[in-house]
């Protein structure tokens, strides 16, 4: 018996049903692939991040490669699954090129042949799990598809997939025209990049861009876009939302800072600072707390931290460290404090 004959046999005495398998779920994976027609061509942008899981663990993972003479493909997704496609598609250009009549597979051709592919393997129930982006020229025709992991196959002037699709597209639709140069062309697939990397947590900035005209492919060197992060939206994202901590309303928000300083405090000084800062900050300690007041004893503290964390969470945000480390002193202040004809 053969070592290979061996080895099959021993793998079918140990797992007798166990079939297999390939990729059932991604692990490596690169995001957004963003491709439009332009005057003389197609042009396609991606970067080259690859994420296992959500850790950005590669940096320089090309995920556009030309297709024979006149295709361009762009690939999001699995890595994996990728470098799959394209061994397949090897195959089929060099078939191709065996036959040496002076014609080669086109665009349409290619992109007809991956949605053949990429559905089989989706009624396989053992998907690629890749939405790919497939441009060329041929002939003068420019032409731009894509097919995603299930066989949904369409062409249009410009197509992006992944986080793409919600944040690139939009731009798309506003600024593309078909009579863009190149210069114009780079510049709005730079445009469309930016704002992935501001807002996609999977994209890097390292970036390729290709080109594909009757001339044949040009793919660029990686580079990176210039950025700004100062932003006050970047700084403080949920600033004014509700249950963030932080209020629309600015005096409200002054007063809740004040109030966490205070309770940092000593009891001597904090009874101090609170007669200092007088009746208006009063009346907002005594409505928070007065939350807690109202459904719970006082006096019995150590079942309020189990028990009012959804109660006090849906009125206002506090840290409820400080809250928990101040509670007993905050009820004895609430009890001094509060007016006789308060309700309990």
């Known amino acids: 018996m053969s070592p290979v004959d061996s080895n ?65 493909l762009g690939a999001s997704g699995e890595i994996s699954d990728f470098q799959e496609l394209l061994r397949n598609l090897d195959e089929l250009i060099l078939y191709d090129n065996m036959w040496d009549d002076g014609n080669a597979l086109g665009p349409k ?48 002037d410009h197509v992006t997939t992944g986080f793409g699709n919600h944040l690139a597209r939009p731009i798309l639709r506003d600024e593309w025209h078909e009579n863009l140069t190149f210069e114009e062309g780079v510049k709005l697939l730079e445009k469309c990049m930016r704002v992935l990397l501001y807002r996609d947590r999977s994209a890097v900035n390292k970036l390729q861009i290709a080109k594909i005209t009757e001339e044949g492919v040009t793919i660029s060197q990686p580079y990176s876009l210039k950025t700004f992060w100062n932003y006050s939206a970047f700084e403080n994202p949920t600033s004014g939302a509700e249950g963030s901590g932080r209020y629309a309303d600015t005096s409200k928000g002054i007063w809740i800072s004040t109030l966490i300083q205070v309770l940092n405090y000593n009891m001597s000084k904090r009874q101090e600072k609170i007669d200092e800062l007088g009746a208006p900050f009063f009346a907002l300690y005594i409505q928070i707390f007065g939350l807690l007041r109202r459904r719970y004893d006082a006096d019995t503290g150590t079942r309020i931290r189990n028990k009012c964390r959804y109660h006090l969470s849906c009125e206002v945000s506090l840290p409820l460290v400080l809250l928990q480390t101040n509670l007993c002193v905050a009820s004895k202040l609430y009890r001094e404090k509060l007016p006789s004809s308060h309700p309990d």
């Open 109 to 156: 051709e290619i992109h007809s042949y991956l949605t053949r592919v990429m559905y089989n393997r989706r009624n396989k129930f053992n998907p690629l799990w890749n939405s790919l982006v497939l441009g060329g020229v041929k002939n003068g025709q420019k032409y731009l598809g894509t097919v995603n992991m299930i066989g949904v196959t369409f062409e249009d």
């Open 8 to 72: 099959q046999a021993n793998h079918g005495l140990l797992c007798p049903e166990a079939p297999i398998q390939r990729t059932q779920y991604p692990f490596v994976t690169g995001t957004s692939v963003v491709a439009i027609k332009y005057k003389d061509g197609i042009l396609m942008v991606s970067d080259l991040g690859g994420s296992y899981g959500s850790t950005l663990r590669y940096k320089s993972v090309e995920r556009i490669k030309a297709i024979g003479k006149h295709s361009l």
